[in-house]
């Protein structure tokens, strides 16, 4: 996975979301880490990572697991949320405040460098041909289509375009309301650049 630094931009971003929320730097660098643990040779060598990603996350008072129902996701959610380890739902005011990164997509690096100079070239042929507004809705996709996925932008099903609409374009893209007012004709964009249909089209 890509490290971002931990920049002025990255925390500008954390304090429009609230006080004490995770920069995506931090989302990124905990994902990084959650999947070198899971690749770990040894129990010493993931705990490491695992005490590591705890730290943290930890600094921003949130606290990480791994989610195994279903498809394993990484699940960062605010510490006083818990008690004794456990999550108490009645203490949970604001599920916004959680952030869950999917883990399905691969985590070679070569295959992930291939895929994000792929992502990053077709944001840049929608910069030029459409502008900056629609190309930073398109940085975003390719973000997640990256990061979450592992996966070319125009590859991403239905149900994973949508997911980047509901949960990832809000809680972490940052967007302007002007990007926020055509981020979906910035997706159509992105397929016709792509060459291909928009999924469930």
């Given at each position: 996975m890509s490290e971002k630094d931990n920049t002025p931009e990255d925390d500008t971003a954390a304090d429009e979301q609230g006080e004490g929320a995770l920069p995506q730097s931090v989302v990124d660098e905990a994902e990084r880490l959650t999947r070198l643990a899971r690749e770990a040779i040894d129990d010493s060598e993931t705990e490491a990572?695992?005490?590591?990603?705890?730290?943290?996350?930890?600094?921003?008072?949130y606290a990480a697991r791994v989610r195994?129902?279903?498809?394993?996701?990484?699940?960062?959610?605010?510490?006083?949320?818990?008690?004794?380890?456990?999550?108490?739902?009645?203490?949970?005011?604001?599920?916004g405040r959680a952030v869950e990164v999917p883990l399905s997509?691969?985590?070679?690096?070569?295959?992930?460098r291939d895929v994000d100079e792929h992502n990053r070239e077709l944001v840049e042929q929608v910069r030029e041909e459409h502008g900056e507004v629609?190309?930073?809705?398109?940085?975003?996709?390719?973000?997640?289509?990256?990061?979450?996925?592992?996966?070319?932008?125009?590859?991403?099903?239905?149900?994973?375009?949508?997911?980047?609409?509901?949960?990832?374009?809000?809680?972490?893209?940052?967007?302007?309301?002007?990007?926020?007012?055509?981020?979906?004709?910035?997706?159509?964009?992105?397929?016709?650049?792509?060459?291909?249909?928009?999924?469930?089209?």
């Open positions: 990572y695992r005490d590591r990603r705890a730290d943290l996350v930890g600094e921003y008072g195994t129902e279903g498809e394993e996701t990484l699940v960062c959610y605010p510490q006083d949320w818990l008690e004794d380890g456990v999550v108490q739902i009645a203490r949970i005011e604001d599920t997509g691969p985590g070679d690096p070569d295959e992930w629609h190309a930073r809705n398109a940085t975003a996709y390719a973000d997640f289509a990256g990061n979450h996925y592992a996966k070319p932008v125009e590859s991403l099903t239905e149900n994973e375009m949508q997911e980047f609409l509901d949960e990832y374009y809000p809680r972490n893209a940052w967007p302007s309301e002007e990007q926020t007012a055509v981020v979906e004709r910035s997706l159509e964009l992105v397929y016709e650049t792509a060459g291909e249909r928009v999924p469930g089209s």
